[in-house]
């Protein structure tokens, strides 16, 4: 059984910079397309960033050059570093693991940007 556990998640003035992981186990992590979603109150959840197995990492426009998205294998473990938050950062953040029709979701962690 795949599980992915999030954590990292909390509260940061606007300016401020948070680093969310997400842990999988129940491999094959190395196989995975893995990707970070969020979802603000009374929003659909949204792409925040993805990172293939094999290819090219994608931003949301509206993270690009502030968040980096990153994975170590040999961790089972991928990391979304977020730079320069703003207000409208503020989601429950998830972490996402695709492998052909297979699809993982984690629980997911409360980001707020206030102050």
């Known amino acids: 059984q795949v599980q992915l556990v999030e954590s990292g998640g909390g509260l940061v003035q606007p300016g401020g910079s948070l680093s969310l992981s997400c842990v999988v186990s129940?491999?094959?992590?190395?196989?995975?397309?893995m990707a970070w979603y969020r979802q603000a109150p009374g929003n659909e959840r949204e792409l925040v960033a993805n990172l293939p197995s094999r290819g090219t990492t994608n931003y949301a426009d509206s993270v690009k050059g502030r968040f980096t998205i990153s994975r170590d294998n040999a961790k089972n473990k991928i990391v979304l570093q977020m730079n320069s938050l703003k207000p409208e950062d503020t989601a429950v953040y998830y972490c996402?693991?695709?492998?052909?029709?297979?699809?993982?979701w984690g629980s997911g962690t409360q980001v707020t940007v206030s102050s």
């Open positions: 996402n693991a695709a492998w052909g029709r297979l699809n993982y």
């Open positions: 129940g491999s094959p992590f190395i196989l995975f397309d």
